[in-house]
């Protein structure tokens, strides 16, 4: 499955690219004016009978199964606001932690399937149950489609003079199996896939050192020579990256971040591991069509916004669209990807 996947994700990104170029255009067909009443109604040539497209006369809650103030929380209440104005009802964010998101996916799995409550979801899903969190797969929601990734890089300090690149790290580490410390976020979590990726691909070695504490943590450990080699996400510790105290050598990324034009990819060094962690929405299984497409229009047009576009770059984070069957078939990849690395590492539950 891993070449398929590298294809679905090389395609996938080329889509996302096309559709962040063809935003622009889009803005006409949001600019009506603003009578919340009217606007109910999609921008859409009336394929769903009108009797139906009442949705939504009620406020929607939006589940996020994280806390709040982290990258999750920030991103989700800034696609409920901009969906808000596409939809005329207000979106309610409603923060339910726990379980590495399978608490909030569980009160969505629960909840009626009406189009009334909706949840953001990430990578997580994909690892729920072989982690032993939760039964909860993609199948037992209704995908609306993707929003946002946050890639993993590889961070060395600044004045690191072991290695300087992926490459030298690389070949030091062939030389001295095991003696790097690689510190990453939780046991399980995508950033330590993320390092059992990069091993997997060079045929080397290293000593794991999860950190539960995010990734400031983890970006102090690093700066302090508590860990050797750091794999995160830069968005997490753009304080010791802009204070010069680390620097990112390597994205796992298809193409290299925006927000890091300078920084090459693992792929440009020689090593295809792409390691990314997506953001997306469901609804309850089984929510009507006609709904599922008005649910769908409101992200889309959230994700085309001025506002969200501003945001994500300014969060040093990367805009990732896909409309819901795309993002259903990129979550099942996500699991053809994670759950064998999981099962390596001997973290699989069953």
């Not at 170029?21 to 004016?33: N, R």
């Not at 394929?47 to 982290?70: C, H, R, V, W, Y």
């Not at 794991?208 to 102090?220: A, I, M, R, Y």
Request: aromatic residues 6%; charged residues 20%; proline residues 5%.
């Amino acid at each position: 499955g891993g070449v398929n996947m590298k294809k679905v994700l090389a395609i996938l990104m080329a889509v996302a690219m096309t559709l962040s170029l063809a935003a622009c255009g889009k803005k006409a067909e949001t600019s009506q004016p603003s009578a919340p009443s009217e606007s109910t109604t999609p921008a859409k040539p009336a394929e769903t009978p009108s009797a139906e497209t009442s949705f939504p006369k009620d406020n929607i809650t939006m589940i996020i199964p994280q806390g709040l103030g982290g990258g999750s929380d920030l991103i989700a209440r800034t696609i409920a606001s901009e969906m808000e104005k596409v939809l005329g009802v207000s979106v309610i964010c409603k923060n339910v932690e726990g379980g590495s998101t399978s608490i909030g996916l569980q009160e969505l799995a629960d909840s009626k399937a009406d189009g009334y409550t909706i949840a953001m979801t990430m990578t997580n899903l994909s690892t729920l149950s072989t982690l032993g969190y939760s039964e909860l797969t993609r199948d037992d929601f209704t995908s609306l489609g993707a929003v946002n990734f946050d890639a993993a890089c590889i961070m060395i300090r600044t004045d690191e003079d072991r290695f300087t690149d992926l490459n030298s790290l690389v070949e030091y580490s062939k030389a001295h199996p095991g003696e790097l410390n690689w510190g990453t976020g939780a046991a399980g979590g995508m950033w330590h896939l993320a390092i059992l990726n990069i091993f997997n691909a060079a045929g080397i070695s290293g000593n794991v050192v999860p950190n539960s504490g995010g990734g400031t943590s983890v970006g102090l450990a690093l700066a302090n020579g508590d860990i050797d080699v750091a794999v995160f996400s830069p968005v997490d510790c753009m304080a010791q990256i802009d204070a010069n105290q680390i620097v990112p050598i390597a994205s796992m990324t298809e193409e290299r971040m925006e927000a890091l034009p300078d920084v090459p990819t693992a792929k440009e060094s020689g090593y295809d591991v792409v390691t990314m962690s997506t953001r997306g929405y469901l609804a309850p299984k089984g929510t009507p069509a006609d709904v599922v497409a008005i649910l769908e229009d409101a992200i889309k047009q959230a994700v085309e916004s001025d506002t969200y576009q501003n945001f994500i770059a300014s969060q040093q984070s990367n805009v990732f669209y896909l409309n819901g069957a795309d993002y259903y078939d990129f979550m099942t990849g996500e699991v053809d990807t994670y759950v064998p690395l999981l099962q390596q590492a001997g973290l699989a539950k069953k």
